[in-house]
């Protein structure tokens, strides 16, 4: 803020404009000039204007421009004629002033609709910024769904055995846009049968091994979804609800998997290991990840498993391609359904 001053009786005298005289008409050889006599005036003080505070001379959150100086006049004789500038230049300054300012604004407006074209631009539409695609999954807006009125969040300090107290079958992720639905994962009133997900391994007797430690854990009902995408990628989600929290997590780290390899094989991937290249910077709060990928050389096609254990739920996520089974979509699903539980 700028101070403000109040002008002295000398400041006030100097800063008051003297009346210009006015040529006289052109004197003739008879009539000679008087010389100039000096023309002493009593100059009355100007009034001392109240303070006025910076605030009610400049808007909030406007800039203060710089106020030019107010010229001051020479005192001039009484026959002395003043010296002032042609007409005619002041005003062609003035429009060239009058030019140059409205170029600048033009341009100012037309910078700043193209600065804000790009910034409402996909970057993709964008010449010279375009990116490849690099092959996510469009999938639909994904919430949670509704808690009962008075239930915790699963990981909620209120909540001591982690359980999931939304409906199971809202949690399992949707498949995104343009896949087709697998209805052999659709079950009886969206539950699962148990005797479906146990179909995902390839040994009988590791079927039956698992059948008997969903009864011990005490399983109480499986949730699933799956579908098939344009690209040929086969994903089943399933969904193990059970009791508390310590008893999924039991189920998952001592029955289900292993640090290198899951405890028990799925069809078409007996030799899997673990999936070094899924970014640990993507892992979710409060989320137990286990990540694999069949290893080379496989058959006909390739398959990718990972294992979550979500409070009192643990899921079970497989995708298999003929070829090579994507990274980038496995692990974008991986990802949504571990955010969806958490």
């Known amino acids: ?51 006025v505070a910076a605030a009610d001379l400049v808007p909030p959150g406007a800039i203060a421009e710089p106020v030019p100086p107010v010229a001051i006049a020479e005192p001039v004789g009484p026959d002395e004629p003043v010296k002032t500038e042609p007409v005619k230049k002041d005003r062609r300054i003035l429009r060239a002033v009058l030019r140059w300012t409205a170029a600048a604004v033009v341009f100012a407006a037309v ?30 807006t994904i919430t949670r769904p509704p808690l009962p009125s008075g239930s915790p969040a699963p990981f909620a300090e209120a909540n001591k055995s982690g359980s999931h107290y939304a409906d199971l079958r809202k949690l399992v992720l949707p498949a995104p846009k343009g896949a087709k639905d697998d209805a052999a994962l659709r ?35 499986i949730a699933a979804r799956g579908w098939t ?22 189920l998952m780290s ?62 079970v996520i497989v995708q298999s391609r003929k070829g090579t089974a994507q990274a980038v979509p496995f692990q974008q699903t991986v990802i949504l359904q571990s955010q969806l539980l958490g």
């Open 1 to 51: 803020m700028t101070e403000q001053t109040t002008p002295t009786d000398e400041q006030a005298t100097q800063g008051t404009l003297t009346e210009r005289a006015t040529p006289t008409e052109q004197a003739t050889g008879a009539d000679k000039p008087k010389e100039p006599q000096a023309v002493v005036a009593s100059v009355p003080p100007m009034p001392v204007a109240p303070p």
């Open 111 to 140: 910078g700043t609709s193209a600065a804000y074209g790009i910034t409402r631009m996909e970057r993709t539409d964008v010449p010279g910024l375009a990116t490849e695609p690099d092959g996510r999954w469009d999938y639909p």
């Open 187 to 221: 079950g009886e009133d969206g539950w699962l049968a148990s005797g479906t997900f146990l179909a995902e391994y390839a040994a009988k007797e590791d079927r039956e091994s698992l059948r008997q430690l969903l009864t011990d854990y005490g399983l109480r009902n």
């Open 229 to 250: 995408t344009p690209d040929g990628t086969h994903t089943r989600i399933y969904l193990l609800h059970f009791d508390t929290a310590a008893v999924a997590d039991e």
């Open 254 to 315: 001592t029955e289900l998997t292993y640090y290198d390899s899951p405890q028990f094989a799925v069809r078409g991937a007996p030799l899997t290991e673990r999936d070094e290249k899924f970014p640990e910077r993507a892992a979710v709060d409060e989320i137990t990840r286990f990540a694999y990928v069949e290893s080379k050389p496989y058959g006909a096609e390739q398959v990718r498993q990972a294992y979550l254990s979500a409070g009192d739920t643990v899921a």
